[in-house]
């Protein structure tokens, strides 16, 4: 199973970038997958997250309305759309494919399946 991320790049502050989980080994559609980050000195944390079930997308307070997480089944890949972006944006995002709920990300008690490798986003002021 590979996770394979992408997109990521230097922007400045009020730009957008998407970013690519393209998968392999691993059909996404029947998993939740899920995109965390985590800044320098700072704890990783989860982000935005679509579910298997329905296709419900989650997302973190601090990025409502900004970010939008999708899927491509026929792809086999999971995007995040970011918009407005803002220095404290600025991380190492990673796609994951979760073991259970999406809901669980935000617990900070929640278990991944696989990880993908990261791609870095900076956001210049």
């Known amino acids: 199973v590979q996770l394979q991320a992408s997109g990521g790049g230097l922007v400045q502050t009020g730009g957008s970038l998407r970013l690519s989980c393209a998968a392999s080994?691993?059909?996404?559609?029947?998993?939740?997958i899920g995109w965390f980050r985590q800044a320098p000195g700072k704890e990783r944390e989860g982000v935005s997250c679509?579910?298997?079930?329905?296709?419900?997308?989650y997302s973190a307070e601090s990025v409502k309305g900004r970010f939008t997480i999708s899927r491509d089944n026929a792809k086999n890949t999971v995007y995040l759309q970011m918009n407005s972006l803002a220095p404290e944006d600025t991380a190492v995002y990673y796609c994951?494919?979760?073991?259970?709920?999406?809901?669980?990300?935000?617990?900070?008690?929640?278990?991944?399946?696989?990880w993908g490798q990261g791609t870095l986003v900076t956001v210049s002021s």
């Open positions: 080994g691993v059909s996404l559609d029947y998993y939740a």
């Open positions: 994951a494919v979760v073991d259970g709920m999406c809901t669980t990300i935000y617990s900070g008690y929640y278990l991944i399946d696989y």
């Open positions: 679509i579910s298997s079930s329905d296709g419900s997308t």
